[in-house]
T-cell receptor, first 109, second 116 residues
Framework: GQQVMQIPQYQHVQEGEDFTTYCNSS?????IQWYKQRPGGHPVFLIQ?????EVKKQKRLTFQFGEAKKNSSLHITATQTTDVGTYFC?????????FGKGTKLSVKP | EPEVTQTPSHQVTQMGQEVILRCVPI?????FYWYRQILGQKVEFLVS????????KSEIFDDQFSVERPDGSNFTLKIRSTKLEDSAMYFC??????????????FGPGTRLTVT
């Protein structure tokens, strides 16, 4: 079945450093969504990418969807302590989402 | 801002017992989902529900699981005979959807199920 792989599993950064998480699917996706889950919280939607090669920005966050629609990345510039949490990509090929394992980001002040 | 609500927040049950987890999706949403997340692991899709029937389910969603929309607002997940490995956080989510492009899913706060 469809698999969505995400790396790295953990990332520890110093506040102010950049952070990137990568997502790869075994199949072509119709869309990819990114969610953030704070410790003890529930997943919160960040963004959805639909078009091949699409790039979207939200303040310090940059999201990319690969040309082949099989991979995606999330890049955070100049991390802050408020960025702490687990970032999940979720790929859809038939409407339902398959989540990656997530990248847990910790930020040292 | 509208939100998905779930009750109870924490459910403790003995192995073999039946549990029902309840969710109230956002009122104008048409698609409803259940996910589970074992502690420290990824979010796993269980089932999606649209127009009063299951539209997709995962391998995890076996005969022990069932979903129901008993009225116009609630969406429930029933586990008939709980096992130790059913212990997890269960998230309900809902979304709008137009054509084949899914919209973002709004997650509820979750129900932590502990099977002893």
């Amino acid at each position: 079945g469809q698999q969505v792989m995400q790396i790295p599993q953990y990332q520890h950064v110093q506040e102010g450093e950049d952070f990137t998480t990568y997502c790869n699917s075994s199949t072509t996706l119709s869309n990819i969504q990114w969610y953030k889950q704070r410790p003890g919280g529930h997943p919160v939607f960040l963004i959805q990418l639909v078009k091949s090669g699409e790039v979207k920005k939200q303040k310090r966050l940059t999201f990319q969807f690969g040309e082949a629609k099989k991979n995606s990345s999330l890049h955070i510039t100049a991390t802050q302590t408020t960025d702490v949490g687990t970032y999940f990509c979720a790929g859809g090929s038939q409407g339902n989402l398959i989540f990656g394992k997530g990248t847990k980001l910790s930020v040292k002040p | 801002e509208p939100e998905v609500t779930q009750t109870p927040s924490h459910q403790v049950t003995q192995m073999g017992q039946e549990v029902i987890l309840r969710c109230v999706p956002i009122s104008n949403h048409l698609y409803f989902y259940w996910y589970r997340q074992i502690l420290g692991q990824k979010v796993e899709f269980l089932v999606s529900f649209y127009n009063n029937e299951i539209s997709e389910k995962s391998e995890i969603f076996d005969d022990q699981f069932s979903v129901e929309r008993p009225d116009g607002s609630n969406f429930t997940l029933k586990i008939r005979s709980t096992k130790l490995e059913d212990s997890a956080m269960y998230f309900c989510a809902s979304s709008r959807r137009i054509a084949d492009v899914p919209y973002e899913q709004y997650f509820g706060p979750g129900t932590r199920l502990t099977v002893t």
